[in-house]
């Protein structure tokens, strides 16, 4: 099993506040200070990467020789076999779920989105 941690949404508020408390902004311009960049891939979105990483768990899963349902036991609360099955047909998992999958893999978020012309 990889060792992972849940990602944390209240942390990641709680350092956008802070980092925009601390510039004196707005929501809407933090909001336009983080999207600034054009870069040549989509945005992390749930929809854009399951399918992926549906990918590479069935990799991790056949070279360690586990099932679908000790895929799902050590990725933890919230997580079914059947879930993480329906992911290779467009089933969605929550922003939260979507990195806790990233860590248990061990990758970096950027490697499951996908290029893009903006």
Do not use: C
């Amino acid at each position: 099993m990889n060792n992972h941690s849940d990602f944390g949404l209240r942390a990641l508020y709680e350092a956008l506040d802070e980092q925009r408390r601390a510039r004196n902004m707005t929501w809407a311009a933090l909001g336009r200070e983080v999207n600034r960049f054009k870069l040549d891939r989509h945005p992390i979105s749930t929809s854009t990467i399951t399918s992926l990483q549906h990918s590479a768990l069935n990799a991790e899963r056949q070279e360690r020789g586990i099932t679908w349902k000790q895929v799902a036991e050590e990725l933890g609360r919230g997580f079914a076999a059947n879930m993480l099955t329906h992911m290779s047909k467009g089933g969605r998992v929550g922003f939260p779920g979507v990195m806790r999958i990233v860590g248990w893999l061990g990758q970096p978020a950027a490697n499951f989105t996908l290029a893009s012309r903006f």
